[in-house]
């Protein structure tokens, strides 16, 4: 249910100015900013945009393992039938597979990436766990797009996240092209919480996950933003890399090309800003939609040592 002392109030009845964002964005200090991979020209981007993007971060041959993985999934047909399979709202096919690192060792390893988890937990300060993981597939001449939000809007009033105190990492499978549906994003966005109309029903990530109806800004404040900041959609081959702040506005059109695009988000939390309950919301979502059981804070797991320690450089 709502919190009367939420600092984020959203689902509202009638719509309410966008406020500026009262949250730090890079949240290390002192010993942890510098404890990390990130510079502080990085740094300074990823306060300003919103978002880092690598292009190539990984090797296309080292994506390769992941979709005999996928494919290996497919055929289960227990997990295929689960609610944690969300199926394209107009053709049928697989849109999202959630909680990924709990169903695969080799994506749970690519969670723990040292070089992955060193810029996040210098972005966020502190130790991490994973929120939430998926897949996100659009199919060649039919993968529908996802609507503007904010991940933080829908995990705030959804599952009870407190604080602006997580980011995601993208990792493309596949090339991501002007074509078939890339991720999208307002730079500086992050920087407003806008406010969204309307209640959230009992059990509403049945629907929102197809189609998204909740949690969107409305076009007034999306276009004074776009003004504002432009639009940039980061794009680049297989193996690439976006990490991008949980308040950060971002969509994605359909794939109108023939070939696919297939992302892997990995959503990683500060064990500081474990979850309570919903604000804006009649109780909280499946635990693959949002940790609250499996929230330990995570290790390295180091494939490739001799990498390990050299740093990471974005492309602005």
Not at 51 to 72: I, T, V
Not at 83 to 89: G, K
């Amino acid at each position: 249910m709502t919190d009367a002392h939420d600092p984020f109030p959203s689902r509202l009845k009638e719509k309410q100015t966008p406020f500026a964002r009262i949250d730090p964005i890079v949240h290390a200090r002192n010993q942890w900013r510098w404890d990390g991979p990130l510079d502080e020209v990085a740094l300074s981007h990823y306060e300003r945009d919103g978002f880092l993007w690598f292009s190539g971060f990984f090797s296309q041959e080292r994506m390769a393992p992941f979709f005999d993985e996928l494919n290996r999934m497919a055929e289960d047909r227990e997990l295929m039938e689960s609610e944690q399979v969300i199926t394209d709202p107009n053709s049928g096919d697989i849109r999202s597979v959630f909680g990924m690192h709990r169903l695969s060792e080799h994506f749970d390893r690519l969670t723990r990436d040292p070089r992955i988890l060193g810029m996040v937990r210098q972005l966020l300060g502190s130790e991490v766990y994973i929120h939430q993981s998926r897949i996100n597939d659009k199919f060649g001449f039919q993968g529908s797009g996802f609507d503007w939000h904010s991940d933080f809007e829908t995990w705030h009033s959804e599952d009870g996240m407190p604080r602006m105190r997580a980011v995601s990492a993208s990792l493309m499978l596949t090339d991501n092209n002007e074509f078939n549906g890339p991720l999208m994003l307002i730079p500086g966005s992050h920087h407003w919480f806008v406010p969204c109309v309307g209640e959230t029903p009992d059990m509403n990530w049945t629907d929102s996950l197809k189609a998204q109806r909740l949690g969107v800004p409305d076009r007034e404040a999306l276009a004074t933003l776009a003004d504002k900041g432009g639009i940039q959609a980061p794009k680049g081959p297989a193996g690439s890399l976006l990490l991008f702040e949980c308040n950060t506005l971002h969509a994605s059109n359909e794939n109108m090309s023939p070939w696919p695009r297939s992302n892997l988000f990995f959503v990683y939390n500060s064990v500081d800003n474990r979850l309570v309950e919903p604000y804006a919301a009649p109780r909280p979502r499946p635990e693959f939609l949002g940790a609250r059981e499996y929230c330990e804070a995570l290790t390295m797991y180091d494939e490739f040592p001799e990498l390990s320690n050299q740093g990471v450089s974005p492309l602005h």
